[in-house]
């Protein structure tokens, strides 16, 4: 079928229902509601959709199409749930089973009939997280189920007024709600105040007198302190006490100011700066002991002859620094006596490569941008130059940009079903670096990686096994992924032939570096990223700072060729 998705943006679902649709032969196009209602308009009116699906939509479809045409909504909330703010009622009421619906667009907001629900199971965590993860599972199989039942032709959607139907209305979630009593709530009510926001809204709060957004939010089991206090930092993050305990804030976004510039998040001791004069930087221990109930954003376990490198960034950004500090503990996991290393291997984000965030915030940005991709090169060149154990990449969730080149450094790829990949960095206007012009091609082809480069769109993880991105699929639950990963390496560590395998990289990675060393294709991809850096007419200085702001200047068709594309490189 011809198929139009109507989004506010193209974030996680969207991608994923994008991709999903689309290996199942469905031609698929995409519109922004963010460019408004003329926009959709022109989109069906070119397209002639045989149905419009609405995975992500924050206004209205326009009258005129869904009157006019089958348009489903994809509401995050069990039948009869409706409102704007369902997810947030979800962790912040402590429900413990959950579920995605897709209705039939109407008038009133969520009363349209249902075409599918899917339920999901809500473990503790934050809102992105699952919004990622159990949500996008079950948004997913409900799409798919309710495609199936619309191109079928005989099913008939439930109506809400059905007794099986429950309406249940939740009003927005604002701020008041969502506000903080540092004296009187426990810590298991900040953590899920925090987590209930931790995208996106944020929680509005005060720090050394000035009001900014609190983002993420994770417990600490032996700090303590005056309740509201700032008492630690640990590699960005700050601690803070509770009046039974303390937990970590990773970020914090600073109060808009009308008619000031939009406000992004950041490293939250990078926000706070001096204010934080005094306060001690505690450091976990990469081997964290697993009792401790405390937040780290690297941790390194091992289990026999199998180590597990564990990182987890928020929105799977990584900056400079924290590319340093996974390549020293990458360099700590080296010198362990292991056959396999396994790095990821947790839910959610692997990586979506440099932090732009953090680059828009640099005295300097090209300077920052430098620093960040030379950081993000020597870690994959130390995965590209390991040749004494296997190091498999393990994806539980999303990688983009140099995030999914850093998964191609390793010798296999095990990736989630259900996970989308972006192998591709052209509409940020950036030609690339993190090897891709070595790994790339050797997994799926010279004329496929100039395709995924020069196209730039999402690709599933089925996708991506069938041209050989990814080698392993891992069809589990988000909550059983890290238990699974862990099965298949011991697995692959008992393996009687891993020392041959491991004999064979090493040729293999020999034979390369003499037909061409990697010093050369790394100096040839900088070249191009340091003109584009150190030009303030690059295209890349506006679409990173539109970016960040979370301004709507790219087109209102996503899925066309960036217009400021580069010429692809001769693979």
Known sequence: MNILLVASAFNSLSQRVYAELSDRAHRVDVVLATHGDEAVREAVREMRPELVIAPMLRTALPEDVWSDRTCLIVHPGPPGDRGPSSIDWAIATGATRWGVTVLQAEADMDAGDIWATVPFEVPPGSKSDLYRNEASDAAMAAVLLAVERYAGGSSKPLAQDDRSVEIVWRDPFRQERRRIDWRRDTTEVVLRKLRAADSRPGVLDELFDEEFFLHGGHPEDQLRGCPGDVLATR??????????????????????RPGGPATFRLPAALVLGARLDGRPEVPAPLELPAQRRTWTDIRYRQRSDVGFLHFSFPGGAMSTDQCRRLLAAYRFALSRPTRVLVMG??????????????????????AESWANINAMDDLVEAMLRTTDRLVIAALGGNAAAGGTMLALAADEVWCRTGAVLNPHYRRMGLYGSEFWTYSLPRRVGPRTAERLITEALPVSSSAGARMGLVDRLVPVSPHDFSAEVERMAAALARTPDLAEQIAAKRARRERDENVRPLAAYRRDELAHMHRTFFDPTAPYHRLRSAFVGKLATGPARPLARPEHALATAVL
Do not use: K, M, Q, Y
Not at 241 to 255: F, M, N, Q, S, Y
Not at 345 to 366: K, W, Y
């Open 235 to 256: 590699t960005g993050a700050v601690c803070r006490a509770t009046c039974d305990g303390a937990v970590w804030i990773p970020e914090l976004r600073r109060r808009r």
């Open 345 to 366: 291997g947790t839910r959610d984000f692997f990586s979506n490569g440099i932090h732009l965030n953090v680059i828009e915030a640099a005295a300097d940005p090209s």
